[in-house]
C-alpha cells in the first residue's frame, strides 16, 4: 500500500487510532532503516587460525584479545559484540543492536558467516553467538558450531560464573548474602554455567584470578590495554594543592562504594583530600579523569583486581583495594610479580588512606611499580601466549 492510499484512510480513523497507526508505521520505518545501516560482516581472513570472540566484550576485553591474538603467527582475530542503548560503547571489530539480535533474517546470516570464515571461537560468559533465539545460553551454538569442526572455547569475566554462596564462605567482605535480590539471580545463573562448564568439557579462560576458585581448570587470561594512553595523560603525583582521590562505582554494591563514599566523604570535609566520584565518563576520556587523580580507590569488597585497576596502574596513580591474600598468592606464583595495589578494606580505608598522604614519598614509591606491572602482564602480550596454546597447534598450521 502506498503513502498517498495510507494517508488517506487514517484520515477517516479516529484521533487516537491515527495516532497509534502513525507511530507503527514511523516504528517500521525505522526498523527497516536500521536494518539497511547496519554495518557489514568483516571481510574473511585467509590465515591458518581465524579466532572471533563475543558476544559481550565486557570492559572492551573481547576486542583487547582480539588484538593480542593478531599478533600470533598465521593468526587473524574478530572481536564481536552486542550494542545495547544507552551503555557504554567499547571498541569493536563489528556489532548489532539488541533489536537486531532477535531478528531471524540476521541471525541466519550470523550463523552462516561464523561457521564458514572462523577456525576458532570464543564464547564470552556462555551468551549467544547466533543470536536470541529462544535459548537462555550458548550451548546450541556451540553444539552447531563444534559440529562444523570450529574449535570453541569458554570464557569468564566475573558475576558470570562467580559462585555467591562459595564467595561468602571465602570473603569476610562478600557483598553476597541469603535472600540478597543480586545473590539470589546471580547463584543460579552461577549453578548453571558451572554445570555447563562440566558438560561441554571444551577449554575455558577466566579474566581474573579469583575465578579460579570457581572453575579449577581453567586459565588465566588476564585483561590487556593499551598502557599508553594512560600514562600519557597522567600528571606528576601530588602535584595539586591537595591529593586528589577517585573512585569509580561501575557497580556500587560489588565494589563496596558506600563504605568508600563515606571514609572519603568524610575526608573531603575535613580538609585532608579532595573526593571524585566518578561518574558518567565516556571510556575514551577516562584516561585523562584518572591521570589528574593521585590516589584510586578501586573496589572492598570482591578480593580481586581488574581492567579499572590495570588502568589506573598505568597511568602510575596509587592504587587502594581489596586485592585479598588468595589473589595476590595466585599471581605471585603464575606471573612472580607482587600486585602493587595498596591493600585496604572498609575497616582500614580511612587509616590506609591518611598513611599514603602523610608518608608521599612511600606511597609514589609504590605508583611508580604499576606501569611495569601493566607491561609485564596485562599489555596484550602475555594474553596473547595464553591464547597460543588454544589457537596454535600442529593441527590448526
Known sequence: MGDTATMTIREHLPAPLART????????????????????????????????????NSAGQGHAWAQAAKTLPDASAVAFSLHRKGQFQFADDYGVPLAWFGQPRWQRAQQQYVVENYTHVMVESLRPIFGARGFSDA???IETMVAKGINVSLLFHGSDIRLPSRHAKRERWSPFAPGDELTDRLEPQARRHAELVESLQL???????????????????????DPAPWQQAARPLFSGEK?????????????????IDAVLTGLHESGVVEYRRIAGVLHEQMANVIGDADIVVDQLRIGLYGVAAAEALAAGRIVVSYVGD???????????REVPIVEADPDTLGEVLTGLIADRDAAAERAAAGPGFVAELHDGRRSAEVLRSWLISKETL
Open 326 to 336: 588468595g589473589v595476590r598468592h595466585r599471581v605471585r606464583s603464575l606471573a612472580g
Open 139 to 141: 550451548s546450541a551454538d
Open 243 to 259: 591529593p586528589v582521590v577517585a573512585h569509580v562505582p561501575s557497580n556500587a554494591k560489588l565494589k563496596g562504594t558506600e563504605e
Open 203 to 225: 577449554p575455558v579462560f577466566v579474566s581474573t584470578v579469583d575465578l579460579l576458585d570457581d572453575v579449577p581448570n581453567a586459565q588465566w587470561l588476564p585483561v590487556a590495554i
Open 21 to 56: 497507526a502513525g507511530a507503527v508505521r514511523r516504528r517500521l520505518r525505522g526498523l527497516r532503516y536500521s536494518y539497511a545501516q547496519l554495518p557489514a560482516f568483516p571481510p574473511a581472513a585467509t590465515t591458518p587460525v581465524r579466532m572471533l570472540v563475543g558476544p559481550t
